[in-house]
T-cell receptor, first 111, second 112 residues
Framework: GQQLNQSPQSMFIQEGEDVSMNCTSSSIFNTWLWYKQDPGEGPVLLIALYKAGELTSNGRLTAQFGITRKDSFLNISASIPSDVGIYFCAGRSNTGNQFYFGTGTSLTVIP | EPEVTQTPSHQVTQMGQEVILRCVPISNHLYFYWYRQILGQKVEFLVSFYNNEISEKSEIFDDQFSVERPDGSNFTLKIRSTKLEDSAMYFC??????????FGEGSRLTVL
């Protein structure tokens, strides 16, 4: 299947700091989704992106659909303790309807 | 807000037993999915379902697995003869017109 690599794998930051993470794929996608997952729960959709170059915000979260269509970025500004969790990217190509998931970025916010 | 619901939340079974996991997708959604997540790992695609038939399936989705939409609301995943390595969280998901994939809370399967 498609390989989606997320980086960094984990982050430990102080409350109030900004966070950046990215996701790269080996092929072109036409939809990117970003999720947050808390332990024992299902992934919760944060942001959806539909075209190259698109920049979309959801509160303190901002995500971008990379120009090459092989990458996407998520930024969290002014982190707070409840931002703790695992963030996953997911992408879908135009050759099928399945979404491929990234390897995840584990975020720890230190109060 | 509409949501995907899954039952049971946790099932413990003996190796070799059959398991059925149930899902009620969001009502106006047309594509339905099952994903699996082994503890500490990423979310893995199993199968997608559209118009009452399988649309795509991964190499994980072998002959032990089957899906069904027995009525207008439920979407089920059956594992015919469970193995130890089937222990995982199983997530049902669905998409609507905006191609946003919404997940349920998951069913934790433990095979002993």
């Amino acid at each position: 299947g498609q390989q989606l690599n997320q980086s960094p794998q984990s982050m430990f930051i102080q409350e109030g700091e900004d966070v950046s993470m990215n996701c790269t794929s080996s092929s072109i996608f036409n939809t990117w989704l970003w999720y947050k997952q808390d332990p024992g729960e299902g992934p919760v959709l944060l942001i959806a992106l539909y075209k190259a170059g698109e920049l979309t915000s959801n509160g303190r979260l901002t995500a971008q659909f990379g120009i090459t269509r092989k990458d996407s970025f998520l930024n969290i500004s002014a982190s707070i303790p409840s931002d703790v969790g695992i963030y996953f990217c997911a992408g879908r190509s135009n050759t099928g309807n399945q979404f491929y998931f990234g390897t995840g970025t584990s975020l720890t916010v230190i109060p | 807000e509409p949501e995907v619901t899954q039952t049971p939340s946790h099932q413990v079974t003996q190796m070799g037993q059959e398991v059925i996991l149930r899902c009620v997708p969001i009502s106006n959604h047309l594509y339905f999915y099952w994903y699996r997540q082994i503890l500490g790992q990423k979310v893995e695609f199993l199968v997608s379902f559209y118009n009452n038939e399988i649309s795509e399936k991964s190499e994980i989705f072998d002959d032990q697995f089957s899906v069904e939409r027995p009525d207008g609301s439920n979407f089920t995943l059956k594992i015919r003869s469970t193995k130890l390595e089937d222990s995982a969280m199983y997530f049902c998901a669905s998409t609507g017109p905006r191609v946003e994939l919404f997940f349920g809370e998951g069913s934790r399967l433990t095979v002993l």
